[in-house]
């Protein structure tokens, strides 16, 4: 293993599974102390236990998104336990409220956009504020091809709320990278998650979803990490305000 984030401190949420908790193991391997948070305590728990079982450092903080204080707690966190915060990995989403745009409530769109779209902002602001104290950094968001290059009936609040965040990336990029604060974005594919399978339930969705792709299958989250890991390290170090597609050729392929 390179070790390309030695000495760095991560914070990686939505980590409990999927790619959230791919990245938190492949930033730990590659060297980083590393804070993650999701809802749900007991996997979280788990991710530690796996993390220092390996011989990482990690700490764990479970809570919601959605509110900015969860959001200021983690960064604290992060400080209080390790000194710093070098990177940032703004992974938690949902699904949210699908089906016909006409039938979306309110109260569906108003929650995926707080989740998939304000939470990440919030969690933006506190850490890319501690970045500034501690010389810069690397904020990461996840977005998805859905809603940028490609589209799907009946998931306008996702694709919206996810859109959303080049915006926010490119807007964050701009206002600190004098700071040296660079901001990106990953956009998947189709990856087997447990989110990939809520949306593709049946043998004949998948193989029409994996028939998107120019490799003609779906990724692994740790494919994803992997993309991840290189916007995080110094390899990156020139790359900032960007859309990175790891998407499988599915913004290409026509046939």
């Excluded at 949420?13 to 930033?27: N, P």
């Excluded at 707690?73 to 400080?79: I, Q």
């Excluded at 904020?139 to 290059?149: A, L, P, Q």
């Amino acid at each position: 293993m390179s070790k390309r984030l030695e000495g760095k401190v991560a914070l990686v949420t939505g980590a409990s599974s999927g790619i959230g908790r791919a990245t938190a193991l492949l930033f730990a391997a590659e060297g980083a102390r590393v804070v993650v948070g999701a809802r749900r305590t007991a996997e979280l728990d788990e991710l530690v236990r796996e993390i220092t079982a390996a011989g990482g450092e990690s700490v764990a903080l479970a809570g919601d998104v959605r509110s900015e204080a969860y959001a200021e707690a983690l960064v604290a966190l992060a400080v209080a336990r390790y000194g710093r915060l070098d990177v940032a990995f703004n992974n938690a989403g949902t699904l949210g409220e699908a089906g016909p745009s006409t039938a979306v409530s309110e109260a569906g769109w108003s929650d995926t956009l707080a989740i998939n779209l304000t939470g990440a902002f919030l969690g933006a602001k506190h850490q890319i504020a501690q970045m500034t104290r501690n010389g810069g950094g690397s904020v990461i968001f996840t977005s998805t091809f859905v809603g940028y290059s490609f589209a799907f009936p009946g998931v306008a609040a996702y694709a919206a709320s996810k859109a959303g965040l080049m915006g926010l990336t490119q807007a964050l990029a701009a206002e600190f990278g004098p700071q040296n604060v660079r901001v990106n974005a990953v956009l998947p594919g189709a990856v087997d998650t447990d989110m990939y399978r809520e949306m593709n339930g049946t043998p004949e969705s998948q193989a029409y979803i994996t028939g998107l792709h120019a490799l003609k299958r779906v990724a692994r989250p740790q494919e994803l990490a992997r993309s991840v890991l290189y916007l995080a390290s110094d390899d990156a170090s020139f790359v900032t305000g960007t859309a990175s597609l790891v998407d499988g050729g599915a913004s290409i392929t026509r046939s």
